[in-house]
């Protein structure tokens, strides 16, 4: 396999059209790519970011997420293109809407479409502190913390800036996070999936990843096992009714003692800790 790790798909999934990656998100990228090598078979290359060698003939693509601006690194290079959904459709399941449309999972959460909407999902809690999330985002980005009693002129200008796009925004109480977790899969053209055992995440506190492990016998009680199978079944079946095929995971996180968030991300491409997760069922 020759991979493309365009780890920044969801920048290019968040403005189609032209895509070129940052000297700052390649810079991030390289950083990344020893923790990456989970993902790689012997024989397989890192094409991009890569080190310019030739490629050695007969390679098959693979991209962390087959955007247009991927398929197209994978085509310069002349390797076997990889079957992939459309841009249409991976921008419909990697948007926080095509999650928020499976049902809210944590209580108090909704979609706000515009400002009206996301003044009263605010209103219910206005001395609470909110956690506000961009239609796409990755590694942290594309959220805010807002505290709606408190609120800023540097948080109107990031909500106004936010619903001028007309994606809308997720809008979810903070809550502090006891056990962050995922369970992934890969969903084939015809609808069969495999599915892999769970993983248990260490993350920042903005959301991005530090490192991924395999859930320990017990670390998840056997109602979150079941309540995290569930959504991601659940996630599969709209993932195939909407057209996309490949790997994918649903992130969940365990709260306020022993409360329990099932299904807090979807996530239609690899991830950080797809391969542990998947490698445990080889």
Known sequence: MAWVFNLDAEDELSHPGAHTPTAAMIAR??????????????????????????????????????????????????????????????????????????????????????????????????????????????????????????????DQSWIDASLRTGEGLQVEPLVERALDCALHGWLDEDGNVSFGRPTVQEVEETGAWISSRLAREGELTATEFERLSAEVKRAAKALHGAGYFGPFGVDGFRYRGEQFQPRSEINARYSMGWATGMKSIE
């Open 29 to 154: 990228i390289e950083s990344l790519l020893p923790r990456l090598t989970t993902l790689l078979q012997p024989g397989d290359r890192v094409l991009w970011p890569g080190d310019g060698a030739p490629l050695p003939p007969g390679m098959i693509g693979r991209a962390w997420c087959p955007t247009r601006w991927a398929l197209e690194q994978l085509e310069r290079a002349r390797v076997e293109l990889p079957r992939a959904p459309t841009m249409e459709v991976l921008r419909t399941v990697n948007h926080r809407r095509f999650n928020h449309q499976l049902g809210q999972t944590l209580p108090g959460a909704g979609y706000a479409e515009n400002a009206e909407e996301l003044e009263r999902l605010l209103s219910s809690a206005p001395n609470e502190t909110w956690l506000l999330k961009r239609p796409f985002g990755y590694a942290g980005r594309g959220r805010r913390k807002l505290r709606p009693s408190e609120r800023s002129a540097a």
